[in-house]
């Protein structure tokens, strides 16, 4: 498991850095994180990007060890170094695309790809998600702005040194960055969860365990008006059974009230 896990860091840190040298580089796309200041310092003096980031990604490393007293582990400490060293190795690349908006995408869909394994492989690859650990602990400021911030910086540096159009591209690509890495996290499949209050449940409960398979969980509620109990049945199931589910509720309920929700991930028996 241990071995699969640093497999996982190396696949993914070398997506990150190939994204990185076949998209965002060649493009002038700084979106967020070391690899923007990297580009921004390549732009403004010619500084090899590789070297850029292992001269922030290692002191940070370093200091968040000092700084916050956590093991972060050495499958981080592997990330930190192993990435910027596929940039050097693959400085040399020809670009795919010298079309903006298409960098913009297909960049952030390989770095989204990247670090979303690199997560699933229980690590990270430092840099400014160290930094954003520090702030947070130190000023009391949420993990999420931190990250907001330091990335709105280089977003906002990249405007100044390129064009405000090329920030707008940097925005594209942290975006589709980040709906990319949940979907590795949490994968393309969707369930349903379902709430249903109904005067029949014990017909809607037998139906869900027997003909859908459904399992069922009754929950104690009661009502807002008449303060008077009221059962809740709920009930998760994957997408394909979802029309199945509200079909059989209403042959059996046409009064029923039922509440849908996207479960994005369920785990346990039955589901993964």
Excluded at 27 to 35: E, K, L, P, T, Y
Aim: with cysteine.
């Amino acid at each position: 498991m241990k071995m699969r896990e640093y497999i996982y860091v190396l696949i993914g840190s070398a997506i990150v850095a190939l994204s990185f040298n076949l998209f965002l580089l060649p493009n002038n796309i700084a979106s967020g994180g070391v690899s923007g200041i990297s580009t921004i310092t390549k732009a403004m003096f010619q500084w090899e990007p590789a070297y850029v980031q292992w001269a922030f990604n290692i002191p940070l490393f370093i200091l968040g060890v000092l700084l916050l007293g956590k093991n972060f582990g050495a499958k981080t400490l592997v990330g930190t170094v192993f990435l910027p060293f596929v940039v050097y190795l693959s400085r040399g690349l020809e670009p795919w695309t010298n079309e903006p908006l298409l960098a913009a995408l297909y960049g952030g869909i390989g770095i989204g790809l990247g670090i979303g394994i690199v997560f699933r492989g229980k690590a990270s690859t430092g840099g400014t998600d160290l930094a954003a650990q520090i702030i947070n602990k130190y000023t009391g400021i949420s993990l999420g702005k931190c990250v907001a911030l330091i990335d709105g910086v280089i977003v906002i540096t990249a405007s100044i040194v390129f064009s405000i159009e090329q920030g707008l591209y940097a925005l594209i690509a942290l975006f589709v960055t980040s709906k990319t890495i949940d979907l590795v996290q949490i994968g393309f499949g969707s369930s349903k969860m379902t709430l249903i209050i109904t005067d029949k449940q014990d017909e809607v409960r037998e139906g869900i365990l027997n003909k859908i398979d459904r399992g069922v969980t009754k929950l104690t509620a009661h009502g807002g008006y008449t303060d008077s109990e009221r059962p809740i049945l709920m009930c998760v199931v994957d997408q394909s059974q979802f029309m199945k589910l509200k079909q059989l509720v209403k042959s059996i309920d046409e009064a029923a009230f039922v509440v849908v929700t996207d479960a994005s991930e369920v785990l346990g028996r039955g589901f993964k």
